[in-house]
T-cell receptor
Framework: GQQLNQSPQSMFIQEGEDVSMNCTSSSIFNTWLWYKQDPGEGPVLLIALYKAGELTSNGRLTAQFGITRKDSFLNISASIPSDVGIYFCAGADSGGSNYKLTFGKGTLLTVNP | GAGVSQSPRYKVAKRGQDVALRCDPISGHVSLFWYQQALGQGPEFLTYFQNEAQLDKSGLPSDRFFAERPEGSVSTLKIQRTQQEDSAVYLC?????????FGEGSRLTVL
């Protein structure tokens, strides 16, 4: 089946630093999504990308849908302590099962104040 | 309610017991999904409903897993004869278009 490789697995940064994480896939997706999950909570959508090459921002977050449709990255600028959590990329299939999301294994972000 | 509600939040079961996990989706959301999230992993797709119709159950790991949504609203995920490998967080999500809204999950621990 499809697999998403998400890196890095974890990051430890100082407050105020910028962060970058990415996902690569063995196959094409027609939608890329980035989620954040806090402990004991469900994932919350941060950014959705629908077109290859698309660059989208949401406050301090910026994400891009790779031209090949097999990768995406997420940048967080000027990190703050509440950015702590696990960030997941997810891709939606092209074709008939485009409702089904495949998730990466997550990037654990720790921000030191 | 405003969001997706799941119950119970925590369930401890002895191996071999049956469990039922409930999901109340956001009112009016046609699509409902169940995902399984093992410790340290991302969520994995289990099954998908559009209204009361279960359109995809390809992610259910075995025939011990059964999901239903008889009236197109509340859904129940049932696991029969639980095994230790069933221990995970079971996430329910609903959507009206693309954005999936997840519940807080039901954490199942099988002893």
């Amino acid at each position: 089946g499809q697999q998403l490789n998400q890196s890095p697995q974890s990051m430890f940064i100082q407050e105020g630093e910028d962060v970058s994480m990415n996902c690569t896939s063995s196959s094409i997706f027609n939608t890329w999504l980035w989620y954040k999950q806090d402990p004991g909570e469900g994932p919350v959508l941060l950014i959705a990308l629908y077109k290859a090459g698309e660059l989208t921002s949401n406050g301090r977050l910026t994400a891009q849908f790779g031209i090949t449709r097999k990768d995406s990255f997420l940048n967080i600028s000027a990190s703050i302590p509440s950015d702590v959590g696990i960030y997941f990329c997810a891709g939606a299939d092209s074709g008939g099962s485009n409702y089904k999301l495949t998730f990466g294994k997550g990037t654990l972000l720790t921000v030191n104040p | 309610g405003a969001g997706v509600s799941q119950s119970p939040r925590y369930k401890v079961a002895k191996r071999g017991q049956d469990v039922a996990l409930r999901c109340d989706p956001i009112s009016g959301h046609v699509s409902l999904f169940w995902y399984q999230q093992a410790l340290g992993q991302g969520p994995e797709f289990l099954t998908y409903f559009q209204n009361e119709a279960q359109l995809d159950k390809s992610g259910l790991p075995s025939d011990r897993f059964f999901a239903e949504r008889p009236e197109g609203s509340v859904s129940t995920l049932k696991i029969q004869r639980t095994q230790q490998e069933d221990s995970a967080v079971y996430l329910c999500a609903s959507s009206s278009r693309w954005e999936l809204f997840f519940g807080e999950g039901s954490r199942l621990t099988v002893l």
